[in-house]
């Protein structure tokens, strides 16, 4: 079983629908990413998040660390929002760990 | 422009050839990584380095060497032992703190193609 479990894998939307892209993990952490990619293949760090709640224009990202899980929302979505979203948790094992654990990733289309 | 460049954006090679996969970074990171990328799998890491003339063994090393004789320079071999070498692979970087989560910042990514 993956430590890092996104849902949906794949997600297609209307323009300018509300969109929720789930994260679950399975180990304790010190901090969780929330990773865009685009169809050329680069990253590009969203968020980097440890408690409660971070937004950034219209996206938004939420933790939950009792329950192990994070969201990421995109509020007025926009075809250019259109990539892979990818999770990843860095464990909180301590030491000099810089690992992350990274998630399959969410598809997201979203049509005009 | 601070930031990681990669190069080159693809590549092919034929079986057999050792290829090296380069990766620089003008961001003053003290930590490097690379990771490989495959189609409906998360990425995996394959080497880290948290200083110059260090690197550590990522979660898929066989087949794979890399350097860090400059901080800024963290060049990737994949060698004739990797068994399956086509792949998307990044390189990342970030600051080096103890105990401390870090965000890693991503290079564009070489394409990788294995005849």
């Known amino acids: 079983k993956n430590e890092v479990e996104q849902s949906p894998q794949n997600l297609t939307a209307q323009e300018g629908e509300f969109i929720t892209i789930n994260c679950s993990y399975s180990?304790?952490?010190?901090?969780l990413h929330w990773l865009q990619q685009h169809p050329g293949g680069g990253i590009v760090s969203l968020f980097m998040?440890?408690?409660g709640k971070k937004k950034h224009g219209r996206l938004i990202a939420t933790i939950n660390i009792q329950e192990k899980h994070s969201s990421l929302h995109i509020t007025a979505s926009h075809p250019r929002d259109s990539a892979v979203y990818i999770c990843a948790v860095r464990s909180d094992s301590g030491g000099s760990n810089y690992k992350l654990t990274f998630g399959k990733g969410t598809l997201l289309t979203v049509n005009p | 422009d601070g930031g990681i460049t990669q190069s080159p954006k693809y590549l092919f090679r034929k079986e057999g050839q050792n290829v090296t996969l380069s990766c620089e970074q003008n961001?003053?990171?003290?930590?490097m990584y690379w990771y490989r990328q495959d189609p409906g799998q998360g990425l995996r890491l394959i080497y880290y380095s948290h200083i110059v003339n260090d690197f550590q063994k990522g979660d898929i090393a066989e087949g794979y060497s890399v350097s860090r004789e400059k901080k800024e320079s963290f060049p990737l071999t994949v060698t004739s032992a990797q068994k399956n070498p086509t792949a998307f692979y990044l390189c990342?970087?970030?600051?080096?703190?103890?105990?401390?989560?870090?965000?890693?910042?991503f290079g564009p990514g070489t394409r990788l193609t294995v005849l």
């Open positions: 961001l003053n990171h003290d930590a």
């Open positions: 180990v304790g952490i010190s901090a």
């Open positions: 990342a970087s970030s600051q080096a703190s103890s105990g401390g989560a870090n965000e890693q910042f």
């Open positions: 998040l440890s408690s």
